[in-house]
């Protein structure tokens, strides 16, 4: 016979605790980016239409793999470590203010750091250990998502998102 030996309460306190937070974190940062990308992505297909960023586009794909990697990691060093700083300083009573910087931090990440992964996808893909890192990071990313989805927080946060982006959608409509 296969018996399970219960875990003490500590252990279950800590890993109830920790799959809360990872559920909030997924939950939030996933509704973050449901709302803004379908905001941004006319002016990401706007942008990826100008001869110039396919220009770049271009040279970002002939890179070769480290410095590829290089041109990644310069803005996700400054706009990363933003959104944590967002989230500490709405921690610390600043409310608007980290709210405006996580959503800032979150654009300028859409915007650039999104753009220039696509872009050398295939030269950064030549980097054995980053492939490897990549999608051990992929499918923790796919288990905290698949974990997230099975709760009720995540089936309401789905229903706010659609929700605001209908409405979104009409208000351009609108406006033309």
């Known amino acids: 016979m296969n018996e399970r030996k219960e875990r003490p309460a500590w252990q279950r306190i800590v890993r109830g605790t920790g799959r809360f937070v990872v559920v909030v974190a997924v939950v939030g940062y996933t509704v973050l980016d449901e709302l803004l990308f379908p905001v941004f992505r006319p002016l990401i297909a706007w942008l990826t239409r100008l001869r110039l960023f396919q220009r ?11 410095v590829a990697l290089v041109a990644l990691g310069v803005p996700l060093l400054v706009i990363e470590p933003a959104k944590l700083l967002a989230v500490w300083w709405a921690a610390q009573g ?6 405006v910087l996580l959503l800032v931090a979150q654009v300028l990440s ?5 753009r220039i992964f696509h872009a050398a996808y295939r030269p ?5 250990w980053l492939k490897a890192l990549l999608a051990w990071l992929f499918a923790l990313r796919d288990r905290a998502i698949a974990m997230a989805r099975a709760t009720v927080a995540w089936r309401q946060a789905v229903r ?14 609108w406006l033309r």
């Open 56 to 66: 770049i586009g271009e040279a970002l794909g002939r890179l070769p793999p480290y």
């Open 94 to 99: 600043h409310i608007v203010q980290g709210t």
């Open 110 to 114: 859409l915007l650039v750091c999104e």
């Open 124 to 128: 950064l893909m030549r980097i054995g």
């Open 160 to 173: 706010l998102s659609r929700a605001v982006a209908l409405w979104w959608r009409r208000m351009i409509r």
